[in-house]
């Protein structure tokens, strides 16, 4: 999050409830015998429907910093000065909360990029989250390079391929008549661009196989611990996305 821009936003939020308050003591009096102004009607409902306007950027701001204020942000009539005030002072709490954030980021440094697991490609986390919610991530790992080598061999039309055997599909060489090629878009075919990628995702194919798949379906070897798994599941993910790009080669 731009906690800079977040900030910014959350401060005109509340300066626009801020600019509506006046208004709306004007409209309605402020006293039991003061029955306000009228003329102020329609200003008072174009405030209004500014501050609601504003209001789906601070509810996501809040969602991402403190989404248990989320239902503070909306209009609660009863018992209040003006049917803002809940909201302005959750929008008041998350400013604290991203000048705090700020202040964290200043003490402990840049955090970096963060892995989230369910941005993962969407048939490797599928197949992955119920087994890595159970805890057995080791499985997990096995059932989502499993459903990487079906969605290969879906793409290939070739159920009796399997494993690092895989890899050659995506060979620089001549496709043989046996076994079709896939390429990738956006690379000029020959190039040592081209052969680069292509020779990369055979190895990744390989690799995925023989040291992710292999060690979480046989036992023997160590357990990877969450962080592990999770780094592992991501590669699985990369390398699934690279397969639905991949196309059949011209050849076959």
């Known amino acids: ?20 308050v006046p208004t709306y003591e004007r409209r309605y009096g402020i006293g039991w015998n003061d029955d306000g102004d009228p003329r102020l009607a329609a200003p008072l409902t174009a405030l209004d ?24 942000l909306g209009e609660w009539p009863e018992g209040m000065r003006h049917h803002w005030t809940r909201a302005r002072k959750a929008a008041v709490e998350l400013r604290g909360a991203v000048e705090a954030q700020a202040q964290i980021d200043e003490v402990l440094g ?30 997990a790992i096995q059932a989502a390079a499993a459903a990487l080598e079906g ?24 496709s043989a008549a046996d076994f079709p090629r896939l390429v990738l878009p956006g690379f000029t075919p020959g190039s040592r661009t081209f052969i680069s990628a292509h020779d990369g995702t055979a190895a990744l194919i390989r690799g995925s196989m023989l040291a992710i798949r292999n060690p979480a379906s046989h036992p023997g070897g160590p357990n990877p611990t969450q962080d592990e798994a999770l780094e592992q599941l991501a590669l699985l993910s990369f390398l699934t996305r690279l397969i639905d790009r991949a196309q059949p080669s011209p050849g076959d």
């Open 1 to 20: 999050m731009n906690l800079e821009l977040a900030s910014t936003h959350l401060t005109a939020f509340i300066d626009l409830v801020d600019e509506f």
């Open 49 to 72: 429907d500014k501050v609601r306007a504003a209001l789906p950027l601070i509810r996501e701001i809040a969602k991402a910093l403190n989404a248990s204020l989320i239902d503070e």
């Open 110 to 139: 840049p955090v970096g990029p963060q892995l989230r697991a369910h941005s993962l490609h969407p048939v490797i986390w599928s197949t992955a989250a119920k087994l890595w919610d159970d805890g057995h991530h080791s499985q």
């Open 151 to 174: 969605q290969l061999q879906a793409k290939l039309e070739r159920p009796d391929l399997a494993g690092s055997d895989l890899a050659a599909s995506f060979s620089v060489k001549p």
